[in-house]
Antibody
């Protein structure tokens, strides 16, 4: 069974750095064609793609947020970590991690449950 | 970035109805178009990938079609559990982009 689970703080202050961890099981990020991405959804708004980490360690970022985002992995722990600097109240959202596979034409086929992050002083 | 235009933004329908949601992209994406169902408090669920391939475990009343820039999601006979928000997403090139969603409500 493939699962992903997000963890991290539920509340951060403006200007702080957010660190979110995606812990996954049932697949390997070393497998060709597999990647793990982060997507967020502000309350009442649509889904927004943030970042992607490929099996070959290539990284891609949202152009509008790339200066604030870093995506890394810890292969031994089956984790992908997203850091976002200089948090602002507009970054309040539910943050999801999800697996992407070339088998499903690069769709996000398995998602975590999401973690709600509120940015407030 | 590839822009996604999804319509309608909301839709009111009854159990048993046939409904269609459309998604148009700002440039051709071959068949790299995916559809998700999202219910409040739940993880989004992949329904259709590659424009027309049904994800494993998804009921056959869901179907997708299209290629290039114009795509549709059809639910042939609405069931009570289908009332949710639906999103299209292009996976042709990064950054992946999502449509703004279609909220499907009970009439």
């Amino acid at each position: 069974q493939i699962t992903l689970k997000e963890s991290g703080p539920t509340l951060v202050k403006p200007t702080q750095t957010l660190t979110l961890t995606c812990t996954f099981s049932g697949f390997s990020l070393s497998t060709s064609g597999v990647s793990v991405g982060w997507i967020r959804q502000p309350p009442g708004e649509a889904l927004e793609w943030l970042a992607l980490l490929y099996w070959d360690d290539e990284r891609r970022y949202s152009p509008t947020l790339k200066n604030r985002l870093t995506i890394t992995k810890d292969t031994s722990k089956n984790q992908v970590v997203l850091t976002m600097t200089n948090m602002d109240p507009v970054d309040t959202a539910t943050y999801y991690c999800a697996r992407k596979s070339m088998v499903t034409k690069n769709a996000f086929d398995i998602w975590g449950q999401g973690t709600m992050v509120t940015v407030s002083s | 970035d590839i822009q996604m235009t999804q319509s309608p933004s909301s839709l009111s329908a009854s159990v048993g109805d046939r409904v269609t949601i459309t998604c148009r992209t700002s440039q051709t994406i071959s068949s790299y178009l995916n559809w998700y169902q999202h219910k409040p408090g739940k993880a989004p669920k992949l329904l259709i990938y590659g424009a027309s391939s049904l994800q494993s475990g998804v009921p056959s009343r869901f179907s997708g079609s299209g290629s290039g820039t114009d795509f549709t999601l059809t639910i042939s006979s609405l069931q009570p559990e289908d009332f949710a928000t639906y999103y299209c997403q292009q996976s042709y090139s990064t950054p992946d982009t999502f449509g703004l969603g279609t909220k499907l409500e009970i009439k």
